[in-house]
């Protein structure tokens, strides 16, 4: 089992960076392959990116794509999401989530395990 505390949200305003690290307790986060997910008020939670647990490929849904980088480090437990060029859309709770899985997963029911969430907010 593993446990996951996400850190580094705030209020940035637009065109601002903010970059969100997500901790991880146990000795074996090398097993999994993680991913961010992200939920804005009224709406679902929806996937933000994913890297497998090399860390050597990683997905992004494409409202990210090319302002949001995903990276890890095995050997401090941590996952963190690079969040540059922010829009007001970007505003959301941000979670951090973890799989026994081998890929780099795009969907919610293929993560088991689950953080508190931080929040992200954009102002324009």
């Known amino acids: 089992q593993v446990q996951l505390v996400e850190s580094g949200g705030g209020l940035v305003q637009a065109g601002g960076s903010l970059k969100l690290s997500c901790a991880a307790s146990g000795r074996t986060f090398s097993r999994y392959a993680m991913g961010w997910f992200r939920q804005a008020p009224g709406k679902e939670r929806e996937f933000v990116a994913s890297?497998?647990?090399?860390?050597?490929?990683?997905n992004y849904a494409d409202s990210v794509k090319g302002r949001f980088t995903i990276s890890r480090d095995n050997a401090k437990n941590t996952v963190t999401l690079q969040m540059n060029s922010l829009k007001p859309e970007d505003t959301a709770v941000y979670y951090c989530?973890?799989?026994?899985?081998?890929?780099?997963?795009?969907?919610?029911?293929?993560?088991?395990?689950w953080g508190q969430g931080t929040q992200v907010t954009v102002s324009s």
């Open positions: 989530a973890a799989t026994t899985g081998t890929y780099y997963y795009t969907g919610m029911r293929q993560y088991d395990y």
């Open positions: 890297i497998m647990r090399s860390g050597g490929s990683s």
